[in-house]
T-cell receptor, first 112, second 114 residues
Framework: AQSVTQLGSHVSVSEGALVLLRCNYSSSVPPYLFWYVQYPNQGLQLLLKYTSAATLVKGINGFEAEFKKSETSFHLTKPSAHMSDAAEYFCAVSHRDDKIIFGKGTRLHILP | DVKVTQSSRYLVKRTGEKVFLECVQDMDHENMFWYRQDPGLGLRLIYFSYDVKMKEKGDIPEGYSVSREKKERFSLILESASTNQTSMYLC?????????????FGPGTRLTVL
């Protein structure tokens, strides 16, 4: 069965510092992986997705994620945090069917 | 531009009422989904639909039903609302088939059951 674990329900970083949000997945077959972002009082929007083309995936707003099969990880990074990055971030996994399994989310706080 | 709309942003209902949450997408997507989102629990799938008049149970279908009479519209029904159904409800759609298709989300409906 598929599952997703996001380490840390809350992460705080200073403005201008590196953002690192951790995601590990469990899957018996090659997965498709996603990162979504949810700003306050909004639905989720796609940041980036991995579909087995390139292991380093670039997304919107300067975010990127690297698929590491040996570590079953898909961590999200951004070199320099901005106040507008404050939001909740969800890692998700899917396979051949159309259902997506979401992690419990990590709320990112940006400190001035 | 892709768009998923939900009929209400905020809704307050009383215990025992029948509640309808409507979702419309304008992208001609085959798949539509209903989730509920609760703090610390992430998104949990209630029901989904691969086609008109087709529905499948998700992880937490108890107390809910759905209807999909037209491709663009997917309704979530709470037959008799209870306080433990107070939550944020999110609708999503995706292009079928294949797990690589991302889901597009509506803005959500925050339902309070008193």
């Amino acid at each position: 069965a598929q599952s997703v674990t996001q380490l840390g329900s809350h992460v705080s970083v200073s403005e201008g510092a590196l953002v690192l949000l951790r995601c590990n997945y469990s899957s018996s077959v090659p997965p498709y992986l996603f990162w979504y972002v949810q700003y306050p009082n909004q639905g989720l929007q796609l940041l980036l997705k991995y579909t087995s083309a390139a292991t380093l995936v670039k997304g919107i707003n300067g975010f990127e994620a690297e698929f590491k099969k040996s570590e079953t990880s898909f961590h999200l990074t951004k070199p320099s945090a901005h106040m507008s990055d404050a939001a909740e971030y969800f890692c998700a996994v899917s396979h051949r069917d159309d259902k997506i399994i979401f992690g419990k989310g990590t709320r990112l706080h940006i400190l001035p | 531009d892709v768009k998923v709309t939900q009929s209400s942003r905020y809704l307050v209902k009383r215990t025992g009422e029948k509640v309808f949450l409507e979702c419309v997408q304008d992208m001609d997507h085959e798949n539509m989904f209903w989730y509920r989102q609760d703090p610390g629990l992430g998104l949990r799938l209630i029901y989904f639909s691969y086609d008109v008049k087709m529905k499948e149970k998700g992880d937490i279908p108890e107390g809910y039903s759905v209807s999909r009479e037209k491709k663009e519209r997917f309704s979530l029904i709470l037959e008799s609302a209870s306080t433990n159904q107070t939550s944020m409800y999110l609708c999503a759609s995706s292009l079928g088939a294949g797990g690589y298709n991302e889901q597009f989300f509506g803005p959500g409906t925050r339902l309070t059951v008193l």
